[in-house]
């Protein structure tokens, strides 16, 4: 079946500039997590939804990052006023449930550039 | 808090022979651990996990790894190395309590040489 995908592949913006990233979970899937793989913090944690509950933000970097998760499914990361030090690979991963056994499936990634 | 550590940043084995890529972690209550590897400019992929049970816990494309509650450790191994093999490797953890999100390691890169 189709695996958790994310849009746009790459993204080159200027600094300042606002971007949108796009994540659709895998069919199902209750839960969803974003992450951010840098070079010099590794893979880190920003943000995950599950359900209707209210949205774990304790990874978020900051106040320029914000998601949300519409009718449960299609996930949008948006940071505003990008700087450069957001320049990362942008996750996204699904699992069935919020459960500490489940599998979190991932995404291809996002490349973010920011000049 | 829990954390987990990849004492090496890249390991080098000839193919044909065994490896082993290094984990231990730190995380209140149960442990669950994870194991997922990653192609370049690829996401990352599933190899295996450990729940609960039988301390050696088989996954894809032949990779095993082998939980140790004393040692705080869940190392990955195969028998036999393949140059294919060759990627990036991530170990990660979640405990039973807390934050659903998984903590990784800092990655192990993996260099497989005909």
């Known amino acids: 079946g189709a695996g958790v995908s994310q849009s746009p592949s790459n993204k080159v913006t200027e600094k300042g500039k606002d971007v949108e990233l796009r994540c659709d979970p895998i069919s199902g899937h209750t839960a969803l997590y974003w992450y951010r793989q840098s070079l010099g913090q590794g893979l880190e944690f920003l943000i995950y939804f599950q359900g209707n509950s209210a949205p774990d933000k304790s990874g978020l970097p900051s106040d320029r990052f914000s998601a949300e998760r519409t009718g449960g499914s299609v996930s949008t990361l948006t940071i505003q006023r990008t700087q450069q030090e957001d320049s990362a690979v942008y996750l996204c991963?699904?699992?069935?449930?919020?459960?500490?056994?489940?599998?979190?499936?991932f995404g291809p990634g996002t490349r973010l550039t920011v000049l | 808090a829990q954390s987990v550590a990849q004492p090496e940043d890249q390991v080098n084995v000839a193919e044909g022979n065994p490896l082993t890529v290094k984990c231990t972690y730190s995380v209140s209550g149960n442990p669950y651990l994870f194991w997922y590897v990653q192609y370049p400019n690829r996401g990352l992929q599933f190899l295996l996990k450990y729940i609960t049970g039988d301390n050696l816990v088989k996954g894809s494309y032949g990779f095993e790894a082998e939980f140790n509650k004393s040692q705080t450790s869940f190392h990955l191994k195969k028998p036999s190395a393949l140059v294919s093999d060759s990627a990036l490797y991530f170990c990660a953890v979640r405990g039973d309590t807390g934050r659903r999100a998984l903590t990784f390691g800092s990655g192990t890169r993996l260099q497989v040489q005909p």
């Open positions: 991963a699904s699992s069935v449930r919020d459960s500490s056994t489940d599998t979190q499936y």
